[in-house]
């Protein structure tokens, strides 16, 4: 069982940056793909945004956030991070990491963190 925590939610202004830590526990982390969705305010749906093999060496990110936010992981700290840039309000949302065996788009979870939230307001 992977227990998956994650951190550095906020608010923020538009244009400002944030970083989102994942921390996992409880398994062996390399055996799994990492990866972040969210789910805005009234969606009932979570969207994907990017994802991360278990070495790190491979990244996919979806369209709407590509250019301004970037997957890494820390396979030594067990942490995956999700760092955001040039924020808009249209990112406001609670942010969840999620572990997978596969990597790959779709990508088919296993663990869900209980989210942290990110709101971009003026």
């Known amino acids: 069982q992977v227990q998956l925590g994650e951190s550095g939610g906020g608010l923020v202004h538009p244009g400002d940056s944030l970083r989102l830590s994942c921390a996992a526990s409880?398994?062996?982390?390399?055996?799994?793909?990492m990866g972040w969705f969210r789910q805005a305010p009234g969606r009932k749906d979570r969207e994907f945004v990017s994802?991360?093999?278990?070495?790190?060496?491979?990244?996919y990110i979806t369209d709407s956030v590509k250019g301004r936010f970037t997957i890494s992981r820390d396979n030594a700290k067990n942490t995956v991070y999700l760092q955001m840039n040039s924020l808009k309000p249209e990112d406001t949302a609670v942010y969840y990491c999620?572990?997978?065996?596969?990597?790959?788009?779709?990508?088919?979870?296993?663990?869900w963190g209980q989210g942290t939230q990110v709101t971009v307001s003026s």
């Open positions: 999620a572990a997978g065996r596969v990597f790959g788009f779709p990508f088919t979870t296993e663990y």
């Open positions: 409880g398994g062996t982390f390399t055996s799994y793909a």
């Open positions: 994802v991360i093999n278990w070495s790190g060496g491979r990244t």
